[in-house]
C-alpha cells in the first residue's frame, strides 16, 4: 500500500504538536537552516491558503462549529490539493519537505472530536505520503493554553477548550509510529532548533 515511500524522492518532515509549542517558528527555522546550507528546503503548511483551507479557517473564527465530519472532509480536501500540488512535486523533485501540521494533526484534532483516529489515518494514507520524520512537540495544556494568552493576547481560552486539547494530547501522546521524534517543547527556542535539528541531520544521513 505504501509503495511510494519507496520511490526516489527527497525527504519529507512534519512538525506536529498542540497549539502554542512554537512548531511554526521550528518548522521555519529548520527550513531556513537546511537552505542556509545549501539544501533545497520547501516550508509549507496545513490548512492551506487554498480553497478549503480557507474555508477551515474562517469556520474556526465563526460562531458555532463544524460537525466533526464536516471538519474532516475539508481537512481531506485541503490536503488532498496540497500533498497533489505542492508536498508530492517537491519530494519527486528531491526536495526536503518542512510541513507545519499533516494528518498526525487531523487523527488529534478531530479523533479529538470523537471520530477514530485509526480510521482517519487509514484514509490519509491511502492518498498522502508518509513523512520520513515527525518531530512532535510535547507541552503540557496547560502551558499551552498560558502562552497562547501571554503570546497572541488572545481571550483566555475557557475550560472546554482545556479539556478539548488535553483530549488532543492525548492522541498524540498515543502514537507509535518510528518516525516520530518527541522534543520537550519547554526547551529554550534555541536549544529547541538543536535538539530538532539532531533529528533532521540522522535523516539527512541516513542514521
Ligand atoms: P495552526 O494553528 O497550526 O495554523 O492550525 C489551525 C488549527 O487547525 C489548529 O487549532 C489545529 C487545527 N487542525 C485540525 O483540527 N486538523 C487538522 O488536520 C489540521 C491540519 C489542523
Known amino acids: 500500500m505504501n509503495s511510494h515511500r519507496h520511490t526516489p524522492r527527497g525527504f519529507f518532515i512534519v512538525v506536529e504538536g498542540i497549539d502554542g509549542t512554537g512548531k511554526t517558528t521550528l518548522a521555519r527555522n529548520i527550513s531556513r537552516r537546511l537552505e542556509s546550507r545549501g539544501f533545497p528546503a520547501v516550508f509549507t503548511y496545513e490548512p ?16 458555532g ?38 494528518y498526525f494533526s487531523t487523527m488529534a484534532y478531530q479523533g479529538a472530536r470523537g471520530l477514530n483516529p485509526e480510521e482517519i489515518r ?21 502551558a499551552a493554553i498560558q502562552r497562547i494568552r501571554e ?44 535538539s530538532a535539528w539532531q533529528r533532521v541531520s540522522d535523516l539527512l544521513v541516513g542514521e
Not at 158 to 185: G, H, M, P, W
Open 48 to 63: 492551506t491558503d487554498g480553497p478549503w483551507g480557507k474555508m477551515l479557517r474562517r469556520s474556526f473564527s465563526a460562531p
Open 122 to 142: 487509514k484514509t490519509n494514507e491511502m492518498f498522502a505520503p508518509i513523512p520520513d520524520l515527525v518531530l512532535l512537540l510535547e507541552l503540557d495544556p496547560e
Open 65 to 102: 462549529r463544524l460537525t466533526p465530519e464536516e471538519e474532516l472532509d475539508l481537512f481531506l480536501k485541503d490536503r488532498k490539493d496540497h500533498v497533489k500540488k505542492v508536498v508530492s512535486p517537491s519530494l519527486e523533485q528531491g526536495k526536503i519537505v518542512i510541513c507545519d501540521r499533516y
Open 151 to 194: 503570546n497572541r493576547g488572545q481571550l483566555p481560552d475557557n475550560f472546554e477548550q482545556l479539556e478539548y486539547l488535553k483530549r488532543v494530547t492525548r492522541v498524540f501522546k498515543d502514537l507509535s509510529d518510528q518516525s516520530i521524534a518527541r522534543i520537550d517543547a519547554e526547551l529554550p527556542p534555541q536549544e529547541l532548533l538543536n
